[in-house]
């Protein structure tokens, strides 16, 4: 699969899980994409990161990892991964990743219980060291469908990532929303009112990454080689176990995928919004919302300047 996927492009690979370090030829899979040519990163849980894995996976080619925590304090990441002492063993994560040269990220899930918390967190990685902060905004899937009542409202998730906005303007580490499509519509609106016109040369990657990149330059694998736009949208694009893990032509032909590319036929405000090409709306979060993923981001307050009949 890799082999495959090199032959024709060079993305960035997620080793992900679960906890991606329990597989015993991890460190294999990683350095085999790295001698491919592939970005190889890994989201480790922390619990088994210490002096002798940290090595292997710099040995492996891996560049960065990233350690999810979930709360500014222990009582609050402990009370929402529901493991004691969950707190104790990222931060301690961090510390050996630190001293070990091994760069590492901070991922955030903001609910309910961390919403007032964002400040602190995001300290929290700077003073831990961490190279960027990327706070993913809840996905009532899979899993998450048990959280959906720890899903923040549409009107805080304007503020969330308003937030996000004016602190991007002066951090010393990146700030990346995930999961949050319409951030680079308001980042768009923001810079707009001050005068500003959005380009590469002004605003580097912000001026060209977008908000859902699922089946656009964003896919998921999963364990037994299903192919999905995201790990949210449990919606199969391909199987590569019966496609000779030729994974260039599902990327290439298959409906779903083509289907998340033809933004301008999005459902209700998604696919007539001035934004849509930068935003897209959150795929899975409608799904889960409406039974279509192809329907209008719920968790967007925005209204369109035009109509659909205008354009």
């Not at 560049?63 to 991964?81: E, P, Q, V």
């Not at 893990?245 to 209700?268: A, C, P, Q, V």
């Amino acid at each position: 699969m890799l082999e495959n996927i090199a032959s024709f492009a060079k993305p960035i690979i997620i080793l992900t899980g679960g906890e991606p370090m329990t597989r015993k030829d991890i460190y294999d899979i990683a350095k085999y994409g790295t001698s491919l040519g592939l970005k190889m990163v890994m989201a480790p849980c922390g619990h088994l990161i210490d002096k002798e894995n940290t090595q292997k996976i710099l040995d492996s080619g891996i560049t960065r990892i990233s350690l999810s925590i979930d709360g500014a304090d222990s009582a609050t990441h402990d009370a929402f991964r529901q493991v004691e002492g969950a707190y104790n063993t990222v931060i301690n994560a961090a510390k050996t990743a630190k001293e070990s040269g091994l760069e590492f990220q901070v991922n955030t899930t903001i609910t309910k219980h961390n919403y007032k918390q964002i400040e602190d967190i995001f300290q929290l990685a700077i003073n831990i060291g961490a190279v960027g902060f990327h706070p993913f905004l809840l996905v009532s899937t899979g899993r998450g469908k048990d959280l959906a009542d720890f899903e923040i409202s549409p009107d805080e998730y304007e503020n969330v990532l308003t937030w996000f906005y004016n602190k991007s303007k002066n951090t010393p580490i990146n700030l990346k929303p995930t999961c949050a499509p319409h951030y680079y519509r308001i980042f768009r609106q923001k810079e707009k009112e001050a005068g500003r016109t959005v380009t590469v040369e002004s605003h580097g990657i912000n001026a060209m990454t977008k908000g859902c990149m699922g089946g656009q330059s964003f896919a998921f694998i999963s364990n037994t080689g299903k192919v999905q736009i995201c790990g949210f949208l449990e919606t199969e694009a391909g199987d590569l176990k019966q496609n000779s893990f030729n994974f260039e032509s599902i990327w290439e032909t298959s409906d779903l995928f083509l289907k998340m590319r033809d933004i301008d036929h999005y459902n209700g405000r998604c696919g007539y919004c001035e934004y849509r090409k930068v935003c897209g709306g959150c795929r899975a979060r409608a799904f889960a919302t409406t039974g279509n993923y192809l329907d209008e981001e719920p968790y967007c307050i925005y209204e369109p300047s035009l109509h659909k009949a205008e354009l």
